[in-house]
């Protein structure tokens, strides 16, 4: 499970079964097994390869004292962000996740930086009306 909705996220992986790079950020030296990669939603369909329904995924393994594990999907494209609607209300109140740039400078070194913060509370409260 990941802390969030797919559905929300990157809409595409389940409206129209596309497929986007997803790598490991963290725990690249664990051994890797085949997951399914499910949402926080009470929707069924809010799964990574939604139509498949299988384990179509290597992921590292885990124990339950490491560090949690943190995926990237890449080439998601700009426009899912405007599908998705950052900031809104999403399908079952999941807030808009942290979005985070990782780009690599003249030196060939990696940077990382932060473009949005996660949503908080107050902010989706306040869409309602509260």
Request: proline share 5%; charged share 20%; net charge negative.
């Amino acid at each position: 499970m990941i802390d969030n909705s797919l559905m929300n996220t990157i809409p595409d992986s389940w409206g129209i079964s596309e497929r986007f790079i997803l790598l490991p950020i963290n725990h690249w030296d664990k051994e890797y097994q085949r997951v399914n990669i499910g949402g926080l939603t009470c929707d069924n369909a809010d799964y990574y390869n939604s139509e498949a329904h299988h384990n179509q995924v290597f992921l590292p393994k885990l124990n339950a004292t490491d560090e949690p594990l943190y995926l990237g999907f890449f080439h998601t494209g700009a426009y899912q962000d405007a599908l998705s609607g950052f900031g809104g209300i999403k399908h079952c109140l999941i807030p808009s996740p942290r979005q985070i740039l990782v780009d690599r400078n003249f030196k060939g070194e990696l940077l990382d930086w932060q473009v949005k913060s996660e949503q908080d509370v107050d902010s989706m409260l306040k869409i309602l009306g509260y």
